[in-house]
């Protein structure tokens, strides 16, 4: 896609670059269409009366034809592309790999080591006059020859070549990251269609493929791909905001505002357009335009936004809701600032980074000052040496020395590695989770999602099958459990239901013959409707004759259906000069607006409210107890003079005269049942949310096992639903509905408004002790509000609309429900796949840092060389996350409960491996330190002068150290205390892979690495020693899985979410920007105390606070928000830092920071 980036010239058309004003055959030229585009209401009309005559007027100049569409001949679509441009908005042209290389760079740590590594490099080459060396302290001895002094610049160097290993592997991921994201971003794309007429054939064609001229449908739910003027349309109404800004639903129609932009969405209605601008000329593209043009100056604000949003070349913004400006706000909000609210796992990883990094930082510092003290004194106090000019850079080279080792010990406490662990985790998953049906559009809904309890799904298309068919019907006073025989219907009854039918479905449903032989036919267009129309098929009857004779440009006015109507209408003329209405819808809500039936002799008979009553008792329940979605068909007649008041909707669609009940049936997606059992076991809701009749909603949540005999469950239609949440005002109250979500499984009969509010209710809801993670999936336009409130939300690929594609977190390519649960395993491994790599990583910390500290302290030099520090990062940090981070899930993760929002990252077990493991390799490594050299009878590398060559006993420490690692890698597979550390290692190659590797060059750097490691080679008999002690780490595992993690009390757990009481609403989170809540740190237990007498001391702002605060997060978070903000205003900040070290090996329980009262 870059390459194609690059050359404009494809999406530029020509005229456009020469402004030659021909239009190369056709009456417009490009400006003329561009300039058309830009006018609205009145003065479009105006333009196009003047300019064309009409818009057919306009088709002809466009050499089109407004029923037949394009001819659809090569030559002429080519010249179109050439002339007006292709509908095709050349992305922002990725980052380049030198930019990825520049961005790593910026990293702190590094260059701290780049600088370090310079100077040391400067100083090497410096060599002082060889007299005074000896007045200089011991500064080297005449063990060191000529040779050696001179390999001085080579620690310098192997630093500078590590720090570029470093940068190459982060900008390598960043690199493929973007590359995965482009390349899913133009699936997406290259998946989108769109419906249009060429040659008089209906055919859907890729978004890009239209051009100008081409005629195309537009149709409820669509996302307009061009710009385009109206030719003909029902009941139109667009919802312009993502250009105007205006969340009014603007009405088209071809007497006021013909005019339809790209970009905007169809929220009712139906109709046909002439395609009049494509690509960058569209009103879409030339947004775009400038924002490319803008986007350099931009680049430097985004960047840290940029990061987690990928190259997304066209995004829309986000859906708004006409319902409430609450929404929007916080929308707008979103939009504008980059998203304050991290994904659950990056605000844990975060705060734990910054607690780790800090704890670091001390250490470091430490070292620095201890070594420089430690040499200070030794060399000017002790030995009572004068400073000597001549000495400076000898002396300077020592403190240097320190610098790195401090630095070294900084670059192993940061564990720079969580980020790319976490980024390799969710790649893997992303492209893994696409063979699963599940096309990830951002990527920590993936995470999110391993930690849902409730899932709010749709009934049709997701739990069923969408195929529908019509299995029972009630015609002339008969209930047929089975498809009537034609004759047995009478004539005239067979003739409005099938003109009634017919006409009264969108022309766009149709049933296709069936692809392979034998096959089911094809139903295209809404599921109700194919059903309707093969139900006339199952009568041995065709609509198709009836559709030719009232083509849709005759349909007089047409009702479309939406979710507040839940009925279409459309009206014909009858030759007479009179009108008719046929009406057709759920059936509760049209035998209400019906005053008569038809009956057996195909007359009409009075229909009272009595015999309503008796019909739904012995035909709709009982259809309804069957699982049957039941729909409703009638019709009335109206004399042409006067002509009717269409506008006035209810008395129109009023008075009726019922043809028919029928029962459709969708049945049951055979795999549904095994998967919401899976989801009830993993402790995950599922609650189903229908726009159906109760009685059918209940029959098909039963069949799924949503609800199940003996339970305590509700099932609720959305009108009882609102009036139990709703309080005398008619405002919905929180408390209300907590008293209703736990229990609810069912809510029929729903509005998209329902939906959007039960979903805000149980995210919002305090009372249980973890905050609710909620998935919702949906299809329809009307859902995209829910699925922008969700957690998670899950759109449907096949069925869904562009609308609630743009509002989803992840797209269901099959539309199957079977695929929410593998997310759900999907999500649980990213989850565990970070816990791993952070206890093997946390692990390595410890011990590096200790030691370096540690031996610096006693021995003035690091056991461990700054090179070798690095390489051991390079393991633990790029291999393990690689490693460790693409571990595949296991059926058994769905056999425990989620880890809820507040679970710490590192759980009570995680804590006692990582400190066992540490306690082993310290006692090795200090053991090795200090009698090692007696135990293989070697020189001891003790107290070593500066430049002096690398000696075996350090080897031994550095080569014994790397390999406990190796084996702690595999012990780290499991974080749960199994005891099988082996269980299904072999699945996973890329594990296998890196350990052997690792491996493999870990002997190169030993034997061969030389000075530049400062390695010196070991013979057979220490190698197997190394492995010895290396090999016991796997023995030492089983010793520790042993000890009952609920003994030790003493053990913290660390990485916790925003605890309730850091939690603070969006909108604070912006006015505190500096203050990121993922790195407040957090103390629970011992300061509940303070909290109690802290909440009564506040409790009167709180509650004129109260009145202030918009209710959006609910009220437990609101208080605390209160109360953190009385600490900003009082400055009493509460640090309490989490610092793993030695202290915490011991158990020392240490004061952990009390809060302080205002």
Request: glycine share 8%; charged share 25%; aromatic share 6%.
């Amino acid at each position: 896609m870059g390459d194609i980036a690059n050359s404009t010239v494809d999406f530029y058309p020509k005229n456009q670059r020469g402004e030659m004003n021909h239009a190369g055959g056709f009456g417009c030229t490009l400006q003329e269409l561009r300039s058309l585009m830009e006018l609205r209401g009145a003065e479009a009309l105006q333009k196009i009366h003047d300019s064309y005559g009409d818009v057919n007027g306009l088709c002809r100049r466009l050499k089109t034809s407004p029923t037949e569409g394009l001819s659809g001949n090569p030559a002429d679509l080519e010249k179109r592309k050439q002339i007006y441009g292709m509908n095709f908005i050349p992305p922002k042209k990725p980052k380049t790999f030198l930019q990825l290389v520049w961005e790593a760079l910026q990293d702190v740590t590094l260059i701290i080591l780049e600088i370090a590594a310079i100077i040391s490099l400067g100083l090497s080459f410096y060599q002082p006059p060889g007299e005074e060396s000896e007045a200089c302290g011991n500064v080297s001895t005449g063990a060191e020859d000529e040779g050696e002094a001179e390999a001085g610049w080579i620690e310098g160097a192997a630093i500078l070549l590590s720090v570029i290993c470093v940068v190459l592997v982060t900008a390598f991921n960043d690199w493929s990251k973007e590359k995965q994201f482009r390349g899913l971003q133009s699936r997406i794309e290259q998946e989108q269609k769109f419906t249009v007429i060429r040659n008089g054939q209906v055919i859907q064609i890729p978004v890009a493929e239209l051009i100008v001229g081409d005629i195309a449908q537009v149709k409820y739910g669509d996302l307009l791909p061009a710009d385009g003027v109206l030719i003909q349309g029902n009941d139109l109404k667009i919802d312009e905001s993502s250009l105007t800004g205006e969340s009014d639903h603007v009405r088209k129609s071809l007497e006021k505002d013909p005019m339809l932009l790209s970009g905007t969405h169809v929220m009712e209605g139906s109709g046909r357009m002439v395609v009049t601008a494509v690509g960058v000329n569209s009103q879409t593209g030339i947004i775009f335009t400038l924002l490319g043009a803008g986007g350099e100056e931009e680049e430097k604000k985004d960047k840290k936004a940029k990061k987690q949003d990928g190259a997304v070349a066209m995004e829309m913004q986000p859906l708004k809701s006409a319902e409430g400006g609450e929404i929007e706000e916080r929308e707008k909000k979103k939009t504008s600032v980059p998203k304050k609210e991290k994904s659950v796992l990056q605000g844990k990883l975060t705060k734990l980074a910054v607690q780790i990094g800090k704890a670091g930082l001390v250490m470091s510092a430490i070292t620095v000052i201890i070594l420089v003290l430690y040499f200070v004194i030794e060399t000017f106090v002790i030995q009572g040496r004068a400073w000597i000019a001549e000495c400076t850079p000898v002396y300077v080279q020592y403190f240097v020395k320190f610098f790195i080792i401090g630095v070294t010990v900084l670059v192993v406490a940061v564990p720079e590695g969580l980020p790319l662990a976490v980024t390799i985790s969710l790649a893997y998953s992303v492209k893994k989770m696409m063979k699963d049906n599940n096309l990830v559009r951002h990527l920590d809904a993936c995470e999110t999602m391993g930690n849902a309890t409730a899932i709010c799904s749709d009934k049709t298309g997701t739990l069923t099958t969408n195929r529908m068919t019509v299995v029972q019907s009630y015609v002339g006073d008969v209930h047929y459990k089975e498809i009537p025989e034609a004759n047995s219907i009478n004539p005239k009854t067979m003739d409005l239901l099938i003109n009634a039918i017919a006409l009264n479905c969108a022309y766009t449903t149709k049933i296709l013959p069936p692809e392979k032989e034998g096959g089911l036919p094809r139903q295209v267009g809404n599921k109700t409707e194919c059903s309707l129309l093969g139900f006339l098929l199952d009568l041995k009857r065709d609509y198709q004759p009836v559709r030719d004779q009232i083509p849709e440009e005759k349909l007089y006015k047409v009702y479309t259906f939406n979710s507040v109507r839940k009925s279409m209408s459309t009206v014909i003329r009858l030759p007479d000069g009179g009108f008719r209405l046929y009406s057709k819808g759920a059936s509760e809500i049209i035998l209400k607006k019906c005053s008569s039936i038809l009956n057996t002799t195909g007359e009409a008979r009075s229909f009272r409210p009595r015999d309503r009553e008796e019909m739904v008792k012995k035909v709709i329940e009982p259809m309804a107890c069957d699982g049957l979605r039941t729909i409703c068909i009638a019709y009335r007649d109206f004399s042409g003079i006067p002509e009717p008041e269409w506008d006035n909707e209810n008395e129109i669609v009023g008075d009726l005269i019922c043809i028919t009940v029928v029962g459709i049936e969708d049945p049951v997606r055979p795999e549904v049942p095994e998967a919401i059992r899976k989801c009830q076991r993993a402790g995950i809701t599922v609650r189903m949310v229908t726009g159906d009749n109760i009685n059918t909603a209940r029959a098909i949540a039963a069949k799924c096992g949503i609800i199940q005999p003996g339970e305590d469950f509700l099932c609720l239609e959305g009108k009882e639903f609102n009036r139990r949440i709703r309080n005398e005002k008619g405002e919905i109250e929180q408390e209300r509905l907590d008293k209703i979500w736990p229990k609810l499984r069912v809510l029929a009969r729903s509005s998209p408004t329902d939906k959007h509010t039960l979903v805000k209710g149980i995210i919002d809801s305090t009372i249980g002790e973890q905050r609710q993670v909620v998935a919702v999936t949906g299809d329809g336009t009307n859902d995209g509000p829910a699925l922008k409130k969700a957690d998670v939300g899950f759109a449907m690929g096949i069925a869904g609309t562009d609308v609630a594609k743009e509002a989803s977190d992840i797209i269901l390519t099959d539309d199957n429900f079977s695929s929410i649960v593998k997310a759900v395993m999907w999500g649980r491994n990213v989850y565990d796949s970070i816990s791993k790599f952070l206890q093997f990583q946390l692990t390595v910390n410890v011990v590096a840092v200790i030691v370096a500290f540690t031996g610096a302290c006693i021995t003035q030099d690091s056991p461990l060389k700054a090179v070798q520090m690095l390489w051991v990062n390079l393991i633990m940090d790029t291999f393990a996350s690689l490693a460790l981070a693409t571990e595949p899930p296991t059926e058994s993760l769905l056999l425990r409960k989620p880890y809820g929002r507040n679970k710490p990252l590192i759980s009570r077990t995680m804590m006692k491996n990582i400190l066992g493991h540490a306690s082993y390799q310290l006692t090795i490594i200090f053991t090795l330190l200090f009698v090692g050299e007696k135990f293989f009878d070697i020189d001891s590398g003790r107290n070593a002068p500066l430049h002096s060559p690398p000696s075996e006993h350090y080897t031994i420490i550095f080569n014994t150290f790397v390999l406990m690692q190796l084996f702690n890698e595999i012990n780290a597979r499991k974080i749960h205390g199994e005891r099988n550390v082996f269980d299904g290692i072999f699945s996973n190659p890329i594990f296998c892979s890196i350990v052997l590797g690792t491996f493999g060059v870990q002997i190169l750097i030993v034997q061969f690495g030389g000075k530049p490691f400062s390695c010196s080679p070991l013979n057979t008999e220490q190698w197997l020693w190394c492995l010895f002690v290396g090999i016991g780490e796997l023995v030492w595992g089983q010793v520790i899985a042993t000890i009952p993690t609920s003994r030790l009390k003493c053990l913290k757990e660390a990485g916790h979410g925003p605890g309730k009481d850091e939690i603070t609403d969006e909108e604070m989170a912006e006015d505190e920007e500096e203050i990121d809540h993922a790195e407040r740190e957090l103390r629970r237990g011992q300061i509940l105390w303070f909290r109690g007498l802290n909440r009564i001391q506040t409790q009167m702002e709180v509650v004129s606070t109260f009145k202030r605060s918009g209710s959006f997060q609910g009220a437990v978070r609101r208080r605390s928000s209160v109360l953190s903000q009385l600490h900003d205003v009082t400055n009493i900040s509460t640090p309490t830092h989490v610092v793993l070290s030695a202290a915490n090996a011991a158990c020392a329980a240490g004061n952990p920071g009390s809060e302080s009262l205002p």
